[in-house]
């Protein structure tokens, strides 16, 4: 079982609706969370972090973190055009030290 | 503007021959990260350096090679025994905090090309 699984995709959501991006980890120690977005060609930039279960907003931002059942979400509301790119879950192994372990992306489109 | 710089941006290599790619940083972070990157697999962590002349192998180590005389450079040797080394090769570099934190800055990245 890989570490940290995404569903590559592409996801395709139509502009202004709701995109929810998963997540599932196997580490039941992992208490670090992260997303990162990545646009075609470039580097990563972090836009979400989560430690706690629950929910966590940041603008047309949620992040959604369930322990128990070992699965992270992003939810991007009135998702637009610029949205579109890939979506890196990311967390820190029990015992990893500062060390990132990202799982291989899902790709958002958001259509006109 | 403080930033992370790698170059080149793009290397086409022959099998055989080794090649370095630059990353240095002026945000005087202590912490420094090379990752590659494959059409659809993330990213893979290579090396990592928490201090200078201290560094540790990630998870795909074998046919790499890294050094760190200097805070601020963090170079990568791609040698001839990598067997795909075409990828697309990230830096990035934290604070000893903000790698807990997720808050790695990453560098624009090196398309390297085996030929």
Redesign the interface.
């Known amino acids: 079982q890989k570490e940290?699984e995404?569903n590559?995709g592409p996801l395709s959501v139509p502009e202004g609706a709701i995109a929810s991006l998963n997540c599932t980890y196997s580490d039941r120690g992992s208490q670090?969370f992260?997303w990162?977005r990545q646009y075609s060609?470039?580097?990563?930039?972090?836009i979400m972090?989560i430690y706690s279960n629950g929910d966590k907003e940041d603008g047309r931002f949620t992040a959604q973190l369930n322990k128990a059942s070992q699965y992270v979400s992003l939810l991007i509301r009135d998702s637009q055009p610029s949205d579109s790119a890939t979506y890196?879950c990311?967390l820190?192994l029990t015992g990893g030290?500062?060390?990132?372990?990202?799982?291989?992306?899902t790709q958002l489109k958001v259509e006109l | 503007d403080g930033g992370i710089t790698q170059s080149p941006k793009y290397l086409f290599r022959k099998e055989g021959q080794n090649v370095t790619l630059s990353c240095e940083q002026n945000l005087n972070h202590d912490?420094m990260?090379w990752?590659r990157q494959d059409p659809?697999?993330?990213?893979?962590?290579i090396y990592?350096s928490?201090i200078v002349n201290d560094f540790q192998k990630?998870d795909i180590a074998e046919g790499y090679s890294v050094s760190r005389e200097k805070k601020e450079s963090f170079p990568l040797t791609v040698t001839s025994a990598q067997k795909n080394p075409t990828a697309f090769y990230?830096c990035a570099s934290?604070t000893?905090q903000g790698?807990?934190?997720?808050?790695?800055f990453?560098?624009?990245?090196s398309r390297l090309t085996v030929l």
Do not use: D, W
């Open positions: 940290v995404q590559s670090s992260f990162y060609g470039k580097s990563p930039e972090l972090s890196l990311a820190i030290g500062n060390k990132l372990t990202f799982g291989t992306g | 912490a990260y990752y659809g697999q993330g990213l893979r962590l990592y928490q990630g990230l934290s000893p790698a807990y934190t997720g808050e790695l990453f560098g624009e990245g």
